[in-house]
Every structure is written in C-alpha cells, then in structure tokens.
C-alpha cells in the first residue's frame, strides 16, 4: 500500500479564517513533506518532519504553521493567509531521510483558494 | 547545488507511438537517485519510475523505459504504445544518495505531454 491521504480536496477560505490541512499515511514511513505547488509549476518544498520532528523549514511565512502529532500524521495549520497563497498543496511521505532514503509517495492534495 | 533542467516544455505523440521526454542534471555526487513523476490533469503526483545512479542497467516498467547516461548527466524517459491516459506534466526530479538536508526532491520544470488520438 503506498497510500498518502489529504483532507479536504478544497477549501475556500477568507483572510481572516484559520483553518487546517490534514495528511496520513500507513506505510511506516518517517519523513513527510507539505509542498505547495503553482498552476504549471513544479512543487516547492515547505516543511520537513523526520522521526516527528521539524527538520528543514524553506522560509515559510509563520501563516504557515506545522504540526506532526504522530508518525502517521502531518497538519498544516492556516491563519491569515493572502490570496497568492492560493495553490495545490501537496503531502509525501519517505522512508526517511538519512542516508539511502527512498522515494516520495505523494498524496492528491488539497487545492486551496484564499478570497 | 543539484539541478534538473527539462528543456521540453510541451510535446505531443500519436496515440500508440513511441515518445522521449529528456532531463539532464548537474551534481557533483556520485550516488544519487533520479525520478520521473507523472501528474495528470487530476493534479496527483505520481511515481513513474526510479533510477539508482550506481547501477548501469536502465531502469524499465511496463511501457516506460529510462535511457540513463550517468557520464553525460542524462536521464531521458521513453514511453512506448502511447495511450490517451499518459496524458499529464512529467517531471523528472533528482534526490541525493546522503540525505539530511540534501534529502530532499529537486524538481524540473516539467514537461507538459498530450497523447491525441
């Protein structure tokens, strides 16, 4: 099974809301990854989780919040967001990240629009 | 830094012929490992197929081949018997061997395919 899962599929929200992106998976994997991703554009890394902890921060502005509570699960909590924050954000998982780590297995995403 | 350069930006077949979609790469490692992902117009990223930089013998699945020259830094990908549903951007992105920071995807651009019938 090399499954990821992302709720919701949409969300529409306003600048002064706050809301939550939910990702799982089951594989055992320790490293996930919240990426976002621009119409035409390759992703952008965001965040690292290795063994639950917060390994690489690419600059993310702090509207951006992370949160790994388990080794299955990653959030990504959302307040005050701007409209150019409207995007694809896309979760994966690997084995992990030392050395000989694998593959990322991606999950649909979330398409998210900010109004 | 590694970087991924895809220098098609579209390209189209025939339905049932055979397409190369091209990537080539700069790094001064040795080991690494080099991807392509597909995504379709449903926006899920997809692993197409994986290449390990120490071994010689090109990576196959099914209908999609990999032509990896690892003096030239070229890792070009090749679908056979083209079908409607390879539609989609493929990009081809590299990860190092080592891991820590540097363990993370670096993307192409992209390569954006349409399979007519």
């Known amino acids: 099974d090399t499954e990821v899962t992302q709720t919701p599929k949409h969300l529409v929200m306003g600048m002064t809301n706050k809301k939550s992106l939910k990702c799982e998976q089951h594989m055992g994997h320790r490293a996930m990854y919240w990426y976002k991703q621009k119409a035409k554009k390759p992703p952008e890394l965001m965040f690292v989780?290795?063994?639950?902890?917060?390994?690489i921060n690419e600059s993310v502005p702090s509207r951006f919040s992370p949160e790994c509570p388990n080794s299955s699960l990653l959030n990504l909590h959302l307040h005050a967001l701007q409209p150019e924050d409207s995007a694809l954000y896309l979760c994966?998982?690997?084995?992990?990240?030392?050395?000989?780590?694998?593959?990322?297995?991606f999950g649909p995403g979330t398409r998210l629009t900010v109004t | 830094a590694q970087t991924v350069t895809q220098s098609q930006p579209e390209m189209s077949v025939q339905e049932a012929e055979t397409v190369t979609l091209s990537c080539t790469y700069d790094t001064s490692e040795s080991n690494y490992y080099l991807f392509w992902y597909k995504q379709p117009p449903s926006r899920q990223m997809i692993l197409v197929i994986r290449q390990e930089a120490y071994k010689q013998q090109n990576a196959t699945e099914n209908r999609f081949s990999v032509n990896f020259q690892k003096a030239a830094k070229s890792f070009s990908l090749k679908i056979s018997d083209s079908q409607l549903g390879d539609t989609a951007m493929y990009f081809c992105?590299?990860?190092?061997?080592?891991?820590?920071?540097?363990?993370?995807?670096?993307f192409g651009k992209g390569t954006k395919l349409s399979v007519k019938p």
């Open positions: 994966a998982s690997s084995q992990g990240q030392g050395r000989g780590a694998y593959e990322q297995y």
């Open positions: 992105a590299f990860l190092s061997y080592y891991g820590g920071s540097q363990g993370n995807l670096i």
């Open positions: 989780y290795s063994y639950e902890k917060l390994s």
